[in-house]
């Protein structure tokens, strides 16, 4: 798979409807759960977002139970996002169960998402170079997490999908760079056994990923990095007697960071005294930023124990 170091040129960079501001870190995060069923209420998904000027996060939970968990269905839905100085954290998850011990049809699906921004500006200043030099800034940003999607069933007329997802951006001096994967994977027993493979799609990279743009010594550099989770569609069915379970997971929140400067290009001379300074905060880009435990939800997936089981109809929305 190709390193996407290849420049293309953005005249404004505007990730998930937050433009950079300049001399001024921002941190943003957004998400969204929601569980719907066809023997359920219809109700809006649960969000909850976080803007400011100092690194904090958003969280939303939604969960639904009916019925006694061999007959019925159940289901949970978590996101957490975080936006701290250099990085971002992203996490999406959901799980669904149907079943029914009788003639019928019930189906419960479950989708959440996570974005987080983190937004700042630097200035790189060389001893031996004077300011207004041109120069090549080589980085590296680093991006670790997975994406998971599981289902069971048992009996004729189940099906369960499910279609997690993930996606970063860096933008830079003016450059952007994008990049992501889908995984999508379903089963069924309707006429027969069907399933199919896990199909990956995308051209995203985990790991240290190098980038390198042009820039002016002694100018301000402005920098957007940003992270997207996504666990969409997962969904359980069941018509007759049986069950069927869906699992799906977006787990950004091991981070998409800044991984630091690897070197500084003038002309064919690489630069070793430079500095990299943040305007508005204390971080030296020159180095890796160094991110924090994610928070997460206080009901987490110890939720859904609790539910299982029950009788009646339990409707769990929250946010941090």
Same mark, same amino acid.
């Given at each position: 798979?190709?390193?996407?170091?290849?420049?293309?040129?953005?005249?404004?960079?505007?990730?998930?409807?937050?433009?950079?501001?300049?001399?001024?870190?921002?941190?943003?995060?957004?998400?969204?759960?929601?569980?719907?069923?066809?023997?359920?209420? /219809?109700?809006? #998904?649960?969000?909850?977002?976080? *803007?400011?000027?100092?690194? +904090?996060?958003? =969280? !939303?939970?939604?969960? @639904?139970?009916?019925?006694?968990?061999?007959?019925?269905?159940?289901?949970?839905?978590?996101?957490?996002?975080?936006?701290?100085?250099?990085?971002?954290?992203?996490?999406?998850?959901?799980? /669904?169960?149907? #079943?029914?011990?009788?003639?019928? *049809?019930?189906?419960?699906? +479950?989708?959440? =998402? !996570?974005?987080?921004? @983190?937004?700042?500006?630097?200035?790189?200043?060389?001893?031996?170079?004077?300011?207004?030099?041109?120069?090549?800034?080589?980085?590296?940003?680093?991006?670790?997490?997975?994406?998971?999607? /599981?289902?069971?069933?048992?009996?004729?007329?189940? *099906?369960?999908?499910?279609?997690?997802?993930? =996606?970063?951006?860096?933008?830079?001096?003016?450059?952007?760079?994008?990049?992501?994967?889908?995984?999508?994977?379903?089963?069924?027993?309707?006429?027969?056994?069907?399933?199919?493979?896990?199909?990956?799609?995308?051209?995203?990279?985990?790991?240290?990923?190098?980038?390198?743009?042009?820039?002016?010594?002694?100018?301000?550099?402005?920098?957007?990095?940003?992270?997207?989770?996504?666990?969409?569609?997962?969904?359980?069915?069941?018509?007759?007697?049986?069950?069927?379970?869906?699992?799906?997971?977006?787990?950004?929140?091991?981070?998409?960071?800044?991984?630091?400067?690897?070197?500084?290009?003038?002309?064919?001379?690489?630069?070793?005294?430079?500095?990299?300074?943040?305007?508005?905060?204390?971080?030296?880009?020159?180095?890796?930023?160094?991110?924090?435990?994610?928070?997460?939800?206080?009901?987490?997936?110890?939720?859904?124990?609790?539910?299982?089981?029950?009788?009646?109809?339990?409707?769990?929305?929250?946010?941090?």
């Amino acid at each position: 798979m190709k390193i996407p170091t290849q420049l293309s040129l953005a005249v404004a960079v505007c990730l998930f409807g937050v433009t950079t501001l300049t001399h001024a870190a921002s941190y943003f995060a957004t998400t969204s759960a929601n569980i719907s069923s066809n023997v359920g209420p /219809s109700e809006p #998904a649960n969000t909850d977002s976080y *803007s400011g000027s100092t690194p +904090g996060n958003a =969280s !939303a939970v939604d969960s @639904f139970a009916t019925g006694l968990y061999s007959n019925g269905v159940e289901g949970f839905t978590e996101a957490t996002g975080y936006a701290g100085t250099g990085y971002v954290q992203v996490n999406a998850n959901a799980i /669904s169960h149907a #079943a029914l011990l009788a003639d019928g *049809s019930v189906n419960i699906g +479950g989708s959440s =998402s !996570a974005r987080a921004q @983190f937004g700042d500006s630097f200035v790189v200043h060389s001893a031996g170079v004077a300011d207004g030099a041109s120069a090549l800034l080589l980085f590296n940003i680093n991006v670790s997490g997975s994406l998971d999607v /599981s289902g069971t069933y048992a009996g004729s007329n189940k *099906s369960w999908s499910g279609n997690p997802s993930w =996606s970063s951006s860096v933008g830079l001096a003016g450059y952007a760079f994008d990049q992501g994967q889908t995984l999508y994977k379903w089963a069924n027993s309707n006429n027969g056994i069907h399933s199919s493979d896990a199909v990956l799609s995308g051209s995203g990279l985990l790991g240290s990923i190098p980038y390198s743009v042009p820039v002016t010594l002694g100018n301000t550099i402005n920098l957007t990095l940003a992270g997207y989770a996504e666990a969409y569609g997962c969904g359980a069915s069941a018509y007759g007697s049986g069950s069927a379970d869906s699992s799906c997971t977006s787990d950004f929140a091991h981070t998409i960071s800044w991984g630091g400067i690897s070197g500084l290009m003038v002309g064919d001379t690489l630069i070793s005294d430079f500095s990299a300074q943040s305007l508005t905060t204390d971080f030296d880009y020159r180095y890796a930023a160094t991110p924090a435990a994610v928070p997460l939800p206080a009901a987490g997936w110890l939720l859904l124990s609790g539910l299982l089981g029950l009788t009646g109809v339990v409707r769990h929305r929250a946010t941090a």
